[in-house]
Every structure is written in C-alpha cells, then in structure tokens.
C-alpha cells in the first residue's frame, strides 16, 4: 500500500540511503592501502547477498509450505541465479596478489569470513547445522538470537519432505525428525525419490531445482579454498583455523544426500 504519511519526494539517493551505505567503507591500512577497498566491498556485497539469499530461502520454504511447488521454483532459480554471481564475484578477488592482501592483512586481525553469521545461517537451513557455530557469537547478540533460532528451525529438506507428504508420498517418521540433526541418507527417502523421477516430473523438477541449489553452494565452498590457497598458501586463517587445509574438510559433502545417492540407480 502507498505511504500518503510523508510529503517529501521519494529520490534515488534517499530511498536507497546511498549517503549511509557509501560512508560504511571504513579502510584500517594507513595509507589506506589500495587494495583494501576492494577487499571490504566485495565482503560487504557478499553480506548483502547473503541477506537476500535468507529472504529467498525463508520464500521458498514457505512456498513449499503452502503446496506452491511452481513459484517455489521460480524462486529456487532467482537463488540459483544469485549463487552464480557469489561464485563469479570470486574472481574480481582474485585479481588482488598474495603480496597485495599482505599490505593489510594484520590489520584484519582476528576477522574472517568464518565470522559471518548469515552465511552460517545458510547454512543452517539448508541443514549443515553445529552447535558450536551458534555458541560463537556473543550471548543476546541480533547474530546469536539468529542463529539460536534458525538452529531449532525446520530445514529446508524438511519443507521438502512435508511437501512431498502432502502430495501423498508416505515420508512416514521423517516427518517428526529432530530437525537440529545432521540430514542421514534413507533407504525409505531413496525409493520414493526414485519413484518421483521415473513418473512424476513435476516434483522430479523441484528436485532437480535442490540438487542445482546443493551443486552451487559446493561450488562456492571450492572456488573460495582455491581463492584462499592462491592468495595465503599454508599459511593458518585470521579466524584462528588452520586455513586451506580446514576449509578443504568442508568439500565434498552433499546437502541432500538421497539425491546424490539416487543418480546411479536411475
Ligand atoms: C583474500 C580473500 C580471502 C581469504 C584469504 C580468505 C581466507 C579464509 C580462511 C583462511 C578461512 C578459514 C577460517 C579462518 O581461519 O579464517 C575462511 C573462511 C571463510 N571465508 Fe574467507 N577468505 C577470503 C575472502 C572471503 C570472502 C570474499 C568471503 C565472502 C563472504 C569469505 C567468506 C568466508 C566464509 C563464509 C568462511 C567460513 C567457511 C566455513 O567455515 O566453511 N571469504 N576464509
């Protein structure tokens, strides 16, 4: 509806609050150091994203929740689409040398993006949850009150399975999973995936929206260890991990396991 409560002209700058946003690129470098700038805003449009990634995640389980499988793939490719670009965005970071991010890197401190609260909540509706990513951030913080929240939520492979109840397959005692554990691969899950492949392709499209959706997610995970790997070498993280050699342990592993391991029996 239209706000008739002010009478001042909408602007571009004012309604996108450009004085604000362009005074939050706070260099810490003396100098500053030239590379810096790119190095905060392509942190600060990751978080931008992030933000509008959860908003359309948040869209999509309600979609699925109201049995609006054909909007919750339109909205599922605007996701898809947007992980294109936070996969792309890695190579503007890749055009700054080892030597470059070294000019101010002690200045980062102990910040890293292993910090990002809203990429752990990803994260954690799309089922990768730990405690210890919660515990983290600082009691009663908005990230903590966040995560808190997100971590007792249904995932989105729960929505799924509903969903798919719904539309009378028997997901049986999956339905009442405690929602705060790892999603395990399932015999039972399997079979009906493999049933919904072979005869009904309107909800063999949805999964194939989920594994692109899983598929893009792990692309990111690999292309920014390369990025790390290319940039620091050996060298541990300045959030306190080992570096490359932690962020490999997160590849290779699937979101959604049934769908994976469904492929070669189809
Ligand atoms: C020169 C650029 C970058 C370097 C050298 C770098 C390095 C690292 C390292 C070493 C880690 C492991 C944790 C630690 O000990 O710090 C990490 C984690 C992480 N970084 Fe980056 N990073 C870079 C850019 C980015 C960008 C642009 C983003 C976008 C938001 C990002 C997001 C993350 C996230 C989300 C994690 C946690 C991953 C996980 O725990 O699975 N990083 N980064």
Redesign the pocket.
Known sequence: MEDQTSNAAVTYSAYLKIDELLALQQPRSTGPEHDEML?IV??QV??LW?KELLHELDHVMALLTADDSARAQHTLKRILTILKVLVA??DI?ET?TPLE?LSFRARLEAA???Q?DQ?RQI?FLLGAKTPTAVQRFAAGSRARQALERRYVAPTLWDAFLQYLSREGYAIGSHLTRDVTTAIEPDADIQAILITIYRRDPKNAELCERLVDLDEGFQEW?YR?VK??ER??GAK?????????A??RT?LGKNLFPDLWEIRGRL
């Open positions: 190095f392509i942190h990751y978080e992030f965005q890695l970071l700054m991010f890293s993006g292993f990002s990429f994260e995970r920014h990025m790390v940039t620091i541990p993280g300045t959030g306190g991990s080992s570096g490359a932690y962020l997160t």
